[in-house]
């Protein structure tokens, strides 16, 4: 997982597809936008658009996806967001490879939270076990932007 501010410089060169969605998040008027998906470069990168209220951990289930590279944007209000390295002791809750691209799982080993803020980004690897939109106190409503990141775009 990376994370940082959208208004801090990157300190290092990612890959051009990663920067080209790090520059939308950037660039975008999320006010100004509507729920819903952003095509940015086809099925290679896209944005999902996400308007959604806070809840507690316990109901949320960790997740992974296999394909895609999830940037994690947070553009108003406050999460936590759940992290743990796929160690491969996770017992699957529901795969949803094939249609989602998304691996659900009941818990996750080793897992800890941070803070999100709005600004902030984390990217999250097909290695790194998920469980955002958890609540920092309270539930809170959010907008969220998530962009997929095809790994085949990374080349």
């Known amino acids: 997982m990376l994370f940082g501010h959208i208004a801090q410089p990157n300190p290092c060169r990612l890959p051009a597809a990663i920067e080209t969605a790090l520059e939308f998040l950037r660039t975008t008027d999320f006010r100004a936008l509507p729920p819903g ?4 470069d086809g ?5 999902q658009i996400i308007d959604l209220t806070t809840r507690p951990k316990e109901e ?13 944007f947070l553009a108003w209000g406050e999460e936590k967001i759940g992290l743990a390295i796929d160690t ?3 017992v699957i809750s529901e795969s949803l490879l094939t249609e989602r691209d998304i691996i659900f799982y009941h818990h996750s080993e080793n897992e800890f939270f941070f803070e999100m ?11 790194d076990v998920h469980r955002p939109g958890c609540n920092k106190s ?5 907008r ?12």
């Not at 998906?37 to 940015?40: D, G």
């Not at 099925?43 to 944005?47: G, L, R, T, V, Y």
């Not at 309270?138 to 959010?142: L, R, Y």
């Not at 969220?144 to 080349?155: D, E, Q």
């Open 37 to 40: 998906v952003v095509e940015i």
């Open 43 to 47: 099925k290679n990168i896209f944005a």
């Open 60 to 72: 949320i289930r960790p997740e992974v996806h296999r394909q895609y590279l999830d940037i994690q």
């Open 88 to 90: 491969g002791n996770n």
């Open 117 to 127: 803020v709005p600004g902030s980004y984390a990217i999250f690897f097909p290695q």
């Open 138 to 142: 309270s539930a809170t409503p959010i």
């Open 144 to 155: 969220k932007i998530v962009v997929k990141v095809a790994l085949s775009a990374l080349n």
